[in-house]
């Protein structure tokens, strides 16, 4: 177990690493060392040579390399990492966004808890068809009752997160079709 880190919570990630490890069925100790790099960089505020945001996204880029290498239970694991991360950030690359892949299309139900950026939500369906898009303000530390649901009119099995705007200066409207390109770590819209 690692030494205790100056770390906000959403942070601490030391069991989750521990459980990927324990859980993979492949050597991922060099990846999870890696992050732990990181995050004790982080702990230790070295902004003079980096932004903290760099560092998250060390973090995520490492976490995206596990995630190519583990399966069942590990995976799942390195994906609760994620999108722990995820829910914390304070900007988004400009062609930057999350793709939420679920098993089936159901209706789908998304907040912004803890979220800091203000995102177009983009609900798709089964062949990537656009449902609505709801565009989500931010609400980092509203309690639970409090929080705005952005919903699907229909169910969705994609769902994609873009920094706010993108939807209308791309016209990503319903009817439109998206390619989800399906990836461990990533998915594209094109």
């Known amino acids: 177990m690692a030494e205790q880190r100056d770390l906000p919570p959403i942070l601490d990630l030391d069991d989750?690493?521990?459980?990927?490890?324990?859980?993979?069925?492949?050597?991922?100790?060099?990846?999870?060392?890696?992050?732990?790099?990181?995050?004790?960089?982080y702990a230790e505020r070295d902004v003079e040579r980096r932004g903290g945001e760099s560092i998250v996204d060390d973090v995520e880029n490492a976490v995206l390399d596990v995630r190519e290498r583990v399966s069942g239970e590990a995976d799942r694991q390195a994906e609760a990492v994620l999108n722990r991360l995820r829910m914390y950030r304070e900007s988004l690359g400009e062609r930057s966004g999350m793709v939420f892949v679920f098993e089936d299309a159901a209706p789908r139900t998304f907040w912004m808890k803890n979220t800091y950026v203000p995102l177009d939500i983009?609900?798709?369906?089964?062949?990537?068809?656009?449902?609505?898009v709801e565009h989500a303000r931010p609400q980092p530390n509203a309690?639970?009752?409090?929080?705005?649901?952005?919903?699907?009119?229909?169910?969705?099995?994609?769902?994609?997160?873009?920094?706010r705007g993108t939807a209308n200066e791309t016209v990503v409207e319903p009817g439109a079709s998206?390619?989800?390109?399906?990836?461990?770590?990533?998915?594209?819209?094109?």
Do not use: H, K, W
Not at 16 to 23: C, T
Not at 122 to 132: C, K, M, S, Y
Not at 143 to 163: C, F, G, I
């Open 178 to 190: 998206m390619v989800v390109l399906e990836t461990r770590a990533n998915a594209t819209a094109g």
């Open 16 to 41: 989750e690493l521990d459980r990927i490890e324990r859980e993979s069925e492949v050597d991922v100790s060099d990846e999870t060392d890696r992050i732990r790099d990181s995050l004790d960089e």
């Open 143 to 163: 309690t639970e009752s409090n929080l705005d649901r952005y919903r699907s009119d229909a169910p969705a099995q994609y769902v994609v997160e873009l920094p």
């Open 122 to 132: 983009v609900f798709l369906d089964a062949n990537g068809t656009v449902i609505n």
